[in-house]
């Protein structure tokens, strides 16, 4: 009898458990990372006897928790993976709405500002006209500055969104850390035997921490877990956690840098809400920003010189049409010398959407491009009169630079935001040509003279008059002095202007070139002026500025589309991790349900064999009572 009570005692005891596990299971069919657990009955050793081995009854060897420990991994490097693509689609996506949007995309006003400048060559003298292109210009101006304002603002909002993502990390490093504390004191308590709902509270905490970056991690000894970051950065070791930081990046320009113990390591990091923000950032919206700034220092720079070449109705040379752009050069605060940087613009067409290092070496200043990391080749000193010069920049030196002293060069990333019309008075656009020429009556050539063209408008004797006479049909003089030489079709070039010569002169020709008079009907600098938007502005001069524009709003659109699709593609390889963990992990309330019916029986036919037990062991001592 004291066999059969055992055995009925040990069933009785192992089906409740049976019973309170699938309990458990059904209590926490909702809850997030919970993990099916299932009682593991074992049959202990029998007692040895000349008749056979009698069994002992059952036991419970452990409460097992039904999990995947690869399919967990890969769930959280999709997860990592989707969470990144869906923050880059969000913004790509936004991106490409405020460069192409309907009521926000550059072409229109773009191509309303050189319609105006069109309808200004046709009509110079009207104020009507002169008053349009200003007008188109400030619109042209303020759209530049609305796409600005509204990328800087997508810059600022992904640096409060990286702040609250490290925030995250490192408080679900904490957590992580207490419950390796937990986990290694708990199983150590119970010889080994698994904390199954703080395994599963870990796991999604792993899971958590995984769509916010990409992690790795190694299970340690003494079942506790140290996780680290894709580029190696230890989160958690054992009980304690080492924590992210954000701060601001060495040249002081605001933009916030992830740290660890005081070292910058943005760039090691991927994967998750984190990763999304950062490579959006650098991927996206700097170079956006970037091309941004280039379309609209070309508009300024090849506006401004051609306006600058013009006669305006007061009969004064032109002047600025638009407010120079200027780039950002910013000193590393590492720096030991004093010297600043002025950056302007040279040869616009050289200029590239690139930022730049700029570092003083022993041998002198290099200029390293840090989209390509290649040196770019410099001329010059660097002083007022003789700037360094390369990719299009002119660099100005002020006070005194040391060895090993750093700046960030940012030609165009805020040029757009700089862009403003300068003129307000029609009567100021330069829309003639500074200089006419007159051929006199009695040419017998059958020479014809172009409107002088400008070569250099700040030639301090351009508008000086000059009379050149033909000794012969191969020479000339200018002003009664000098021979010089002329072959056809070569322009002559005096006082930082050329004149071009149709057809052949003959001696005694004669043509006077003077000043251009206030008020006056002609159009040249105003077709010049029009003439801009089919010219090659950019790209070395094989890009106008609608293609360079054109192609900014196709590169933002192309992200847009390429990142949407990337994220739609991950979300169903995460919905199918998801799936297969649920099949694995999962509680099933049928299966529960049912399961919940076999333990009762069991746990009452248990208890029936202890019944049978007590009534055989009351027959017992009644019989020996006697």
Known sequence: MADILSIGSSALLAYSRALSTTSHNISNVNTPGYSRQRVELATPAGAGSGSGFVGSGVSVSTIARL????????????????????????????VDAQLSGADTNLAVPLQSFFG????????????????????????????????????????????????????????????????????????GQFSRQPANDLLDQRDQLL?????????????????????????????????????????GDSYGSGRLEVTQGGAIVTSQLGGGTLGGLLDVRREVLDPARRELGRVAAGIAEAFNAQHAQGLDAYGELGGLF???????????????????????????AALSPDDYDLRLLASGWQLTSRSTGNVVALSGTGSSADPLRGAGLELTVSGSAAVGDRFLLQPTAHVAGQMSVTINDPMRVAAASPL???????????????????????????????????????TYQINGSGSYAYSPGTPIAVNG????????????????IAR???????????????????????????????????????????????????????????????????????????????????????????????????????????????
């Open 67 to 94: 999990t995947d420990g690869l399919v967990n991994t890969r769930l959280m490097g999709d997860a990592s993976a989707y969470a990144r693509l869906d923050v880059y689609a969000g913004y790509a996506s936004r």
């Open 516 to 626: 251009g008079a206030s008020n006056s009907g002609d159009n040249s600098n105003a077709q010049a002026l029009a003439g801009i938007s089919t010219r090659g502005v950019l790209e070395g001069g094989r890009s106008t500025l609608a293609q360079a524009q054109t192609a900014l709003v196709a590169d933002a659109g192309l992200d847009a589309q390429q990142s949407a699709l990337r994220r739609n593609a991950q979300s169903a390889v995460l919905t199918q991790a998801r799936n297969e963990r649920e099949a694995i992990s999962g509680v099933n309330l049928d299966e529960e349900a049912a399961d919940l019916v076999r333990f009762q029986q069991a746990y009452q036919a248990a208890a029936r064999v202890i019944q049978v037990a007590d009534t055989l062991f009351q027959t017992l001592l009644q019989a020996t009572g006697r």
């Open 116 to 187: 105006a400048a069109n309808a200004l060559a046709q009509n110079p003298t009207s104020p009507a006209a002169r008053q349009s292109l200003i007008g188109s210009a400030e619109t042209l101006a303020a759209m530049f500055n609305d796409s600005q304002a509204q990328l800087d603002s997508m810059d600022a909002e992904i640096d409060a969104r990286v702040r609250v993502a490290v925030d995250d990390i490192n408080r679900i490093g904490s957590a992580l850390a207490q419950l390796n504390e937990r986990l290694a004191l708990a199983q």
């Open 322 to 348: 638009f407010t120079p752009p200027a780039g950002a050069a910013l000193a590393a605060t590492s720096n030991s010398g004093s010297a600043g940087i002025t950056l302007g613009f040279g040869d616009i």
């Open 207 to 247: 899971q958590d921490l995984s769509e916010r970056i990409s992690i790795s991690t190694v299970m340690q000894d003494d079942g506790s877990l140290n996780v680290f970051t894709a580029g190696g950065q230890a989160l958690v070791l054992g009980t304690r956690a080492t924590p992210l930081a954000v701060a």
């Open 436 to 474: 006419r020429v007159t051929a006199a009556i009695g040419n017998t050539g059958s020479a014809t003279a172009t409107t002088p063209m400008v070569l250099d408008a700040s030639s301090a004797n351009l508008l000086d008059p000059v009379n050149i006479e033909f000794i012969s049909a191969n």
């Open 497 to 512: 202007w050329s004149l071009g010569l149709s057809g052949t002169p003959a001696a005694g020709d004669r043509y006077a």
